[in-house]
């Protein structure tokens, strides 16, 4: 008889499983059972920004592969139908179908959990008013394209002043939503905590997005804590009160990040880590608070904590490369292959307007968090030749231990060209090379591509000048 | 007393040398003397194509480094001064003043030979003839100016037809240089050996890059070998015969790739490798017939052969970058250092109008002629997130090993932001990483950037399931 597969979560790391193990079983080896509470299945969170500022047009083509295309696949796919309770020992899952409140029970063989995560939403006064919008699934990204068309971005009818947004947090989903107010033509002011705005980088780096976006226009507010949302007679927002003062708010965007989404989990009395992720082994099976496999149980996405290869901690880190990539480990161990995934080195990547920024590793926070001792080398550069028409200046900083002379991790802030170079950094930290290794990389080299020393030599050089070692 | 050192070759490996030897050791402890016999020091050859195209607009932009910047460091640098003959037995080298044809030795401890390459041009009827231009040094390409500068390329006093200029060879130099005239409003004719241009890639991604140059308007001769240049009355070119016809021309290009520059060095009895280039070891001292050092001697440059690091093998691969880095190695050596050059992987880069096409590791033909065995997977991707604006396509062909499932080499033809993702590539090679762990490694994504898998991976993928690793 056939096993089941039950998955929760219809996104990437579920459906990637799901998919994975389908193409190693046909359905007369593997029932395949999947759980949707949303509307929607396999779906790029990521583009959400860029779909809200009008560059990519269509909501749909943010979706990778619909219920049906899955359904194809001899997916049994239930949409709008929330699990409610896992039972690990009794190897069956709880579930409710949103439209008719029908709840049952199904059994399982195998579990995939992939619950992704849940944006962070402060419980502060109007927080939950309508108008302040977080932009985590496609469901929030149309709320928030119905709450612009509400309004005239250019001020018509409202003439004292322009419409105004206040995005709350200064990382990736902050700054990437202040780009995409601004490209609806709204005054955007950045309220947020740090010193400087993106906080995976230094602030000797981020205060270069600073720079970069108040040229924009943007109002940024920094090391400023928002308290409240004030609403008007509509039971809108009207301002929002950080700790830094009030900031008019026709509406408000939430970019504050994510934590795991390990209720059900938590409720069923399975281990969470330190960041309230389900703990995994590298063949992405579910570990018990003693480190043991729980039978049957698998988890990927969002919802896990994952090694960091540079630190050797466990972090959470929400990011749909790596639920991808945790899905196909699942989807091949389910499948009778022996897959591991090995951890990540923390790379992430953005851009404001035409400003590239990238980092990857461990900044100096991180470093010291690790206990590390490192040498922080800062280089200026081109990302073309410098004699090129137009070569786009870039700014690189990269740390290295000292001691090892291992590359710790590398920032990049610049123009076009700039920040996809991460990458060789990112390889270098999975492969533990120290400086003077990566000074001696065969990178690519032609002017329209980069200086005869591409940049992120350059800093490697830097660094291992400072720690003497060339 | 001081010691001495000579340098013979002015440009990238010879100049990085003496400079990085004067950082750690001054005058006092190292007197340096540096013989150039051309107008130039530390030049870029690599954007002569560029400035000949008119896209870099200043000759002296190309400079990195001019003679009176060398000399403010104490470097004693004789300009239009030809090494005529080195004596490593004397420890001495022979000099003549190609203004007064004054000779003389000049005595040595340490010497350092980048003499660099000189390009090939066939002993065939007319092509040392005026207007039949290569292009690799800085006189070469001051040279194609003025040969330009006779002529109006609109075609202006010519109206029977408009003004031609036939390249010669399919190469790097041959494809930028086709760019170039296009950019100088001539109708090009791309003459070249190989079956589909851009030997480097093999022929199922060079057929993308023929396809492009013949959308530009340049006719593309494959396979075919240029065997004279027909030369008008004013002795200058009218046509270019080939294997496939002829082809008119008003100039020629001729871009036939480089030679090392070792005459001197046959003459004074130095081991050279089947490439014609001095064998040195990875402090890149010379090595003789016997791979013994010669007391006092040193090469860098494209004067020498390296070892490439996934066939094994020594080859000649004349690159600015790699000149910089065993200057850089030299330099450093002199200066007390152990400093080592580990080899290349063969990153090359180029573009042609908006195409990008890059490569690294071995091709088809170099894994056949390396004795291995290989899957190849080939894949069509974007350089963004498939749904975001002006997405570019690319195409990448990943080549790995049967056994080990190491990588081998990777190709990548494609639009914007497509082909600087070689350098992944090129760091996986130089670590030796398998398919699968190149699979895994933790690359950039958000959309304006890269699609949830990058291409590179999405390759490595396709290559792991083709050997039965994934």
Same mark, same amino acid.
């Given at each position: 008889?056939?096993?089941?597969?039950?998955?929760?979560?219809?996104?990437?790391?579920?459906?990637?499983?799901?998919?994975?193990? !389908?193409?190693? !079983? @046909?359905?007369?080896?593997?029932?395949?059972?999947?759980?949707?509470?949303?509307?929607?299945?396999?779906?790029?969170?990521?583009?959400?920004?860029?779909?809200?500022?009008?560059? /990519?047009?269509?909501?749909?083509?943010?979706?990778?592969?619909?219920?049906?295309? #899955? =359904?194809?696949? $001899?997916?049994?796919?239930?949409?709008?139908?929330?699990?409610?309770?896992?039972?690990?020992? %009794?190897?069956?899952?709880?579930?409710?179908?949103?439209?008719?409140?029908?709840?049952?029970?199904?059994?399982?063989?195998?579990?995939?959990?992939?619950?992704?995560?849940?944006?962070?939403?402060?419980?502060?006064?109007?927080?939950?008013?309508?108008?302040?919008?977080?932009? *985590?699934?496609?469901? $929030?990204?149309?709320?928030?394209?119905?709450?612009?068309?509400?309004?005239?971005? =250019?001020?018509?009818?409202?003439?004292?002043?322009?419409?105004?947004?206040?995005?709350?947090?200064? %990382?990736?989903?902050?700054?990437?939503?202040?780009?995409?107010?601004?490209?609806? @033509?709204?005054?955007?002011?950045?309220? *947020?905590?740090?010193?400087?705005?993106?906080?995976?980088? $230094?602030?000797?780096?981020?205060?270069?997005?600073?720079?970069?976006?108040?040229?924009?226009?943007?109002?940024?507010?920094?090391?400023?804590?928002?308290?409240?949302?004030?609403?008007?007679?509509?039971?809108?927002? !009207?301002?929002?009160?950080?700790?830094?003062?009030?900031?008019?708010?026709?509406?408000?965007?939430?970019?504050?990040?994510?934590?795991?989404?390990?209720?059900?989990?938590?409720?069923? %009395?399975?281990?969470? @880590? /330190?960041?309230?992720?389900?703990?995994?082994?590298?063949?992405?099976?579910?570990?018990? +608070?003693? %480190?043991?496999?729980?039978?049957?149980?698998?988890?990927?996405?969002?919802?896990?904590?994952?090694? #960091?290869?540079?630190?050797? =901690? *466990?972090? #959470?880190?929400?990011?749909?490369? #790596?639920?991808?990539?945790?899905?196909?480990?699942?989807?091949?161990?389910?499948? @009778?292959?022996?897959?591991?995934?090995?951890?990540?080195?923390?790379?992430?990547?953005?851009?404001?307007?035409?400003?590239?920024?990238?980092?990857?590793?461990?900044?100096? !926070?991180?470093?010291?968090?690790?206990?590390?001792?490192?040498?922080?080398?800062?280089?200026?550069?081109?990302?073309? +030749?410098?004699?090129?028409?137009?070569?786009?200046?870039?700014?690189?900083?990269?740390?290295?231990?000292?001691?090892?002379?291992?590359?710790?991790?590398?920032?990049?802030?610049?123009?076009?060209?700039?920040?996809?170079?991460?990458?060789?950094?990112?390889? +270098?930290?999975?492969?533990?090379?120290?400086?003077?290794?990566?000074?001696?990389?065969?990178?690519?080299?032609?002017?329209?591509?980069?200086?005869?020393?591409?940049?992120?030599?350059?800093?490697?050089?830097?660094?291992?000048?400072?720690?003497? =070692?060339?």
């Amino acid at each position: 008889m056939a096993q089941h597969l039950v998955v929760v979560g219809g996104d990437a790391a579920g459906m990637s499983a799901a998919s994975q193990a !389908r193409r190693r !079983r @046909g359905p007369e080896e593997l029932r395949i059972t999947a759980f949707e509470r949303g509307s929607f299945t396999s779906y790029s969170a990521c583009g959400i920004p860029y779909w809200v500022g009008g560059e /990519v047009a269509e909501r749909d083509a943010l979706i990778a592969r619909t219920p049906e295309q #899955h =359904r194809a696949r $001899d997916i049994d796919l239930r949409m709008r139908t929330e699990v409610t309770a896992i039972d690990p020992a %009794g190897r069956r899952v709880r579930s409710r179908d949103l439209a008719t409140g029908a709840e049952r029970w199904t059994g399982y063989d195998q579990l995939v959990l992939a619950t992704g995560a849940e944006p962070v939403r402060p419980a502060l006064p109007g927080f939950d008013a309508p108008g302040v919008h977080g932009v *985590h699934t496609l469901d $929030d990204g149309q709320a928030l394209l119905e709450t612009l068309a509400r309004f005239d971005p =250019r001020g018509v009818g409202r003439p004292e002043r322009a419409w105004h947004a206040v995005v709350v947090g200064g %990382g990736y989903i902050g700054i990437e939503m202040a780009e995409a107010m601004l490209l609806r @033509g709204y005054r955007v002011t950045l309220v *947020h905590r740090t010193p400087e705005p993106m906080p995976g980088l $230094d602030p000797d780096l981020g205060v270069l997005v600073r720079r970069a976006l108040e040229r924009l226009g943007v109002e940024v507010v920094p090391g400023a804590e928002a308290t409240e949302v004030l609403l008007g007679a509509d039971g809108r927002p !009207r301002a929002v009160r950080s700790t830094a003062g009030e900031h008019p708010a026709d509406l408000v965007v939430l970019g504050l990040g994510a934590r795991p989404r390990t209720e059900l989990a938590r409720a069923a %009395g399975l281990a969470l @880590g /330190v960041h309230g992720g389900l703990r995994t082994d590298p063949t992405m099976r579910v570990l018990d +608070a003693d %480190g043991a496999r729980v039978p049957g149980l698998w988890a990927g996405g969002d919802c896990v904590e994952v090694l #960091h290869l540079v630190s050797g =901690r *466990h972090e #959470h880190v929400a990011l749909g490369t #790596h639920a991808n990539k945790q899905g196909l480990v699942i989807g091949r161990n389910l499948g @009778g292959d022996a897959a591991q995934f090995p951890g990540v080195v923390g790379t992430a990547i953005t851009k404001v307007c035409d400003l590239e920024i990238a980092r990857t590793g461990l900044n100096e !926070r991180q470093a010291a968090a690790a206990g590390l001792r490192w040498t922080a080398a800062v280089i200026e550069s081109t990302a073309q +030749a410098g004699y090129f028409p137009d070569a786009a200046w870039m700014t690189v900083k990269l740390l290295a231990e000292q001691g090892s002379g291992r590359l710790l991790g590398l920032q990049i802030v610049g123009g076009a060209g700039a920040a996809k170079r991460i990458d060789v950094a990112a390889v +270098a930290l999975g492969c533990r090379l120290t400086v003077e290794q990566l000074v001696f990389q065969d990178l690519a080299y032609a002017p329209p591509f980069s200086p005869v020393w591409d940049p992120v030599l350059v800093a490697a050089r830097k660094a291992a000048g400072q720690l003497g =070692r060339m």
